[in-house]
């Protein structure tokens, strides 16, 4: 009987930890212009939303449904349970010949409408 009350409270406990690391914080108005999907060329991409979201997908990568959490001001990374990546923000986005780019690790990311 105690191992099974232990049992669930370690369950309890991780169940826990696991819940806050899935709180996403609202992006701010000056984090927002990151905020919609970005694809590069060679196919990797990456979407931050509104509400702290963050999905991505790379060669050997994938994430649905984590978090954005913007670690430094020209810095962020987007993660779920221990999985993420981090991105450098050489370029903050900006606009060229009507298309919205950033440069993020050194690669150009390109703002897609899906």
């Known amino acids: 009987m105690r191992s099974l009350i232990l049992l669930f409270s370690v369950l309890v406990i991780a169940l826990s930890s696991s819940c806050n690391a899935l709180e996403k914080t609202p ?4 984090q927002q ?7 590069s060329n060679d196919g990797t ?4 939303y509104n509400n702290g ?8 990568k994938s994430v649905e449904g984590g978090k954005t959490m913007f670690t430094a001001e ?3 990374e987007i993660g779920l349970f ?3 990546k981090t991105y450098k923000v050489d370029k903050a986005p900006y606009e060229e010949d009507g298309a919205m780019k950033m440069v993020l690790n050194g690669i ?3 703002k897609s409408n899906f």
């Open 53 to 60: 979201g963050g999905d991505l997908k790379t060669s050997n």
């Open 82 to 84: 221990g999985l993420k």
């Open 27 to 30: 992006l701010t108005e000056e």
């Open 45 to 48: 991409w990456l979407h931050i």
């Open 74 to 76: 020209d810095e962020f």
């Open 33 to 39: 212009v990151f905020a919609g999907r970005w694809v």
């Open 108 to 110: 150009v990311y390109t």
